[in-house]
């Protein structure tokens, strides 16, 4: 989609009731397209609705459980219904759990995995079907995440779905590129949403109200309109991977190039959070 053709889109966003996904609307609507808010949490999202609206914007609210059985069917019809044609996906849903693989229950693995994985690939693998017959233009995006490209401990099981995404739409990018399908993987730095909040309590642990890690230096840390910023340029000039860090970037190929350095780095890390978590578990016990 070149400048100035994104006015009258329509988008679906996933994982729309906060952080990245309402971001994301919000500039969505403020270049005037007409957006579909998906999420759990109805009332977030008929919240974000009425401030689209007042600016004058198009918002229509679908509450959804991306990981139910034909959640992504019932989406995409809705947003046909409502606006006549989908032009945007933005597969956004998804979550983490601060544990050691090894502490997972396969069910905690497979649930991870369908949530964010699964759920996201059937929706984009839909609605490029649809765009392939009805022979549409269209763009479909994964938030992926930095930890695509490497991982830090007990964050292992989320970054292995993360990088599935990263491999999935990398791929679809150019097998979709003959029917004018454009594809792109989001690949944020610790961001200062509930994310870290939510993964902490999952691995029971205290989050101590913090919306970032404590080993993220604060150089690395970002706001969701940064990133939905950067989703919009991805809009206007596609491209294959939306990054909102350059040295994070450039860090994961140098991980990648010298595995041995970032065992020595990662050991270190471990040591780290090893301690935090311990602190913040025994916070969490005596609440």
Not at 72 to 93: M, P, Q, R, W
Not at 104 to 133: G, K, W
Not at 162 to 173: E, L
Request: aromatic content about 6%; proline content about 3%; hydrophobic content about 45%.
């Amino acid at each position: 989609m070149a400048i100035g053709e994104l006015r009258n889109r329509v988008a679906v966003i996933t994982g729309a009731s906060s952080g990245i996904g309402a971001a994301t609307a919000l500039a969505m609507s403020r270049a005037g397209m007409r957006v579909v808010l998906a999420a759990r949490r109805a009332d977030r999202l008929e919240e974000l609705a009425a401030d689209i609206r007042a600016r004058g914007g198009e918002a229509v609210v679908v509450e959804t459980d991306v990981a139910q059985v034909g959640s992504s069917e019932k989406l995409l019809a809705h947003a046909t219904s409502a606006f006549g044609v989908v032009d945007v996906v933005f597969a956004n849903a998804g979550y983490g759990a601060e544990m050691a693989v090894h502490d997972m229950s396969m069910a905690q693995i497979r649930e991870m995995f369908e949530v964010n994985f699964f759920s996201a690939t059937e929706l984009i693998t839909l609605a490029a079907r649809d765009m392939v017959a009805q022979n549409r233009r269209g763009h479909l995006l994964m938030t992926s995440s930095c930890l695509s490209k490497f991982t830090i401990p007990y964050l292992g099981m989320y970054a292995a779905t993360k990088a599935a995404q990263a491999m999935v739409t990398r791929s679809m990018r150019f097998e979709l590129a003959p029917h004018g399908i454009e594809v792109s993987s989001v690949h944020p730095v610790s961001t200062a949403t509930e994310f870290f909040q939510q993964a902490s309590l999952r691995g029971g642990i205290d989050p101590q109200g913090k919306t970032v890690p404590d080993h993220a230096p604060k150089m690395f840390i970002q706001t969701p309109e940064q990133v939905a910023n950067a989703i919009m340029r991805c809009l206007r000039k596609p491209k294959s991977e939306v990054w909102t860090s350059l040295a994070v970037r450039l860090a994961s190929g140098i991980i990648n190039a010298f595995p041995g350095a970032y065992d020595i780095a990662l050991r270190k890390q471990a040591k780290v959070m090893v301690r935090s978590r311990k602190m913040r578990a025994n916070s969490l016990e005596n609440l």
